[in-house]
């Protein structure tokens, strides 16, 4: 079931994951603890390889508070998970680079 626009979820960001895992592997670890409805595994652009950290939606907020309690700090693969609520997006603005606006020319 994947999370529709408008429906309430948490997300929960779950880092240091060991790089071998995909998405089934990370439901499968947060299916233990209530419904997932969504998985997403960022990879690499160029290599296409996973990055090492995951972001997991849970539809009810009490089983989202229980996966984050059991999972975080458990050791899979020689690494231990950190998993907390996911920080909302910040907003993306202007990216930096070179100043070509034209400001107060009146030097002269």
Do not use: C
């Not at 309430?8 to 592997?25: A, C, D, Q, T, V």
């Not at 231990?80 to 070179?98: I, N, Q, S, T």
């Amino acid at each position: 079931m994947a999370a529709r626009q408008g429906e309430k979820y948490m997300r929960l960001f779950i880092g240091n994951l060991p790089h071998s895992y995909n998405e089934e592997k990370v439901r499968e670890i947060f299916a233990e603890h209530g419904e997932v409805s969504k998985v997403a595994v960022p990879t690499d652009r160029y290599t296409n390889a996973p990055r090492g950290f995951a972001f997991v939606d849970m539809p009810n907020d009490e089983e989202a508070k229980a996966a984050i309690s059991a999972v975080n700090g458990t050791e899979h693969d020689g690494r231990e998970l950190r998993v907390e609520e996911a920080r909302p997006p910040r907003e993306r603005g202007e990216r930096g680079g070179y100043n070509r606006g034209g400001g107060n020319r009146d030097r002269w």
